[in-house]
């Protein structure tokens, strides 16, 4: 007898061991070498574990973090999922543990208007699942895996958030940097409007000229309302984002607290291990995984314990009193045999499940590797243009003050003041613009790496 439980015992344990019921989740997904690009440089270190306090150092842009991450919705919303993740996985840790009732009854019972018997019943029920086959451990570890989805969906969120407002904030510094340039310039273009109008009054210029000069600076008039207008409209979007009601953001001028510091060439060569999405394709995987190990012991037995103690005066067919006390044990095996396919089809769809997964992995690291790749490419070109556009701006101021000096000698065109001063105009704007370009570049690539998540 002994030898038959031995040989039982040992025949259950190779069954379990080749279905692979409680083996732990490893990736089987398997992600290109040159997820980068060849173009890209790797090194060890990344600007992504720099925290976005050390990363962003303007005090008011902290500020103004802060505040979002205190008030923002959508933030909440993803710290309430978390929360309901660990609920759920507190429940599926308990289900390791038996249920326990009470349920008391009573009876009043008369047969052909004899005097009433009164029963009572006072018992604990308890029910216990015994996890032998891993459904309940493969359930346990299911649901880990979301809570970790849901505990990094937050830290994406998070980054997203981080990422908006400072681009906000940076567009703010860009808009104020314009708006003084417009300003700028409306002053030296009223001048030359006015030196236009003294040569017409001296007959020394046409009318045509005066209009000309006229209409020029009358749109800078608008392109300085459209600014503030633009200022205005950003801030209202960068109180939305904060949940505060619209006023204004408190800011420092542009350069103050500049990010390029912070860029190192290349890209780290660890980006698995920062980058929220791919975590979290990681952990779809586990889950996926899990899930279908759980369908896999669908197909063994269910084995449960049920007990019952408690008092009773009901003992078969008599009413006693004082009750007596009522034990109770029973063991209970389900063995499924046919569920008109459902096991089966069940199982196929989390395999089906589990196999798309891995393929979304896959294209997650790729679009990680593009993200990357376009965020240095952007930095790159931001860097390369400012040189140009500093030489620009000051080979464009020589030439508006020196057509500005021959105008005013009678030896060149209005045509050639007015051209000098709007492609002047023109390059300022497009260099502070392209200062905003290298900044947003600067924190998308802090946010691709991973950055911000903490």
């Not at 101021?397 to 005013?408: I, K, R, S, V």
């Amino acid at each position: 007898m002994n030898t038959k439980k031995i040989i039982a015992v040992a025949a259950m344990g190779m069954t379990l061991t080749g279905c692979g019921i409680y083996d732990k989740y490893e990736s089987k997904a398997t992600v290109p070498s040159d997820v980068f690009g060849s173009s890209v440089k790797t090194q060890g270190t990344s600007m992504a574990q720099m925290s976005w306090r050390e990363f962003f150092t303007d005090p008011n842009l902290q500020e103004l973090i802060e505040q979002a991450l205190a008030n923002n919705v959508d933030l909440n919303s993803a710290r309430i999922a978390v929360g309901k993740a660990e609920a759920s996985l507190k429940v599926a840790k308990m289900a390791y543990l038996p249920s326990l009732y009470f349920a008391p009854q009573g009876t009043i019972a008369s047969f052909d208007r004899s005097a009433a018997s009164k029963t009572y019943n006072l018992p604990l029920q308890l029910q216990m699942d015994i996890d032998v086959f891993g459904s309940i451990t493969n359930k346990k570890r299911a649901s880990k895996a979301v809570l970790l989805q849901a505990q990094i969906q937050e830290e994406a969120v998070r980054a997203n958030l981080i990422s908006v407002t400072a681009q906000q904030y940076y567009m703010l510094q860009v808009l104020d940097l314009q708006l003084h340039i417009l300003t700028a310039t409306d002053s030296l273009w009223n001048a030359s409007l006015e030196t236009q109008k003294a040569l017409y009054e001296n007959g020394k210029s046409y009318s045509t000229a005066v209009n000309q000069m006229e209409s020029s600076y009358l749109n800078v008039k608008t392109q300085i309302i459209d600014t503030r207008r633009n200022i205005l409209s950003t801030e209202n979007a960068l109180c939305s984002l904060l949940g505060i009601t619209p006023q204004h953001i408190k800011r420092t001028a542009w350069g103050g607290y500049p990010l390029t510091a912070n860029i190192t060439t290349g890209v780290p060569a660890d980006l698995l291990q920062y980058r929220p999405d791919i975590r979290m394709a990681n952990h779809a995987m586990e889950e996926a995984f899990y899930n279908t190990q759980a369908a896999r012991s669908a197909f063994f037995p269910t084995i449960t314990l049920s007990g019952t103690a408690g008092w009773t005066n009901s003992a078969g067919g008599m009413v006693i009193d004082p009750g007596k006390l009522l034990l109770s044990a029973v063991g209970q095996l389900t063995q499924p045999i046919f569920a008109r396919g459902q096991l089966k089809g069940n199982l196929k769809v989390k395999q089906l499940t589990e196999e798309d997964l891995q393929k979304k992995y896959v294209q997650t690291v790729i679009d990680a590797g593009n993200q990357v790749n376009e965020a240095l490419a952007d930095c790159q070109a931001a860097f390369d243009k400012h040189d140009y556009y500093h030489r620009q701006i000051a080979v464009l101021q020589d030439a508006y003050t020196g057509t500005h000096e021959l105008m005013d000698n009678g030896k060149a065109s209005y045509l050639e003041v007015l051209t000098a001063q709007e492609n002047l105009l023109s390059a300022q704007l497009n260099e502070a613009m392209n200062m905003f370009n290298g900044a947003q570049g600067v924190i998308a690539l802090y946010i691709a790496l991973g950055g911000a998540t903490k």
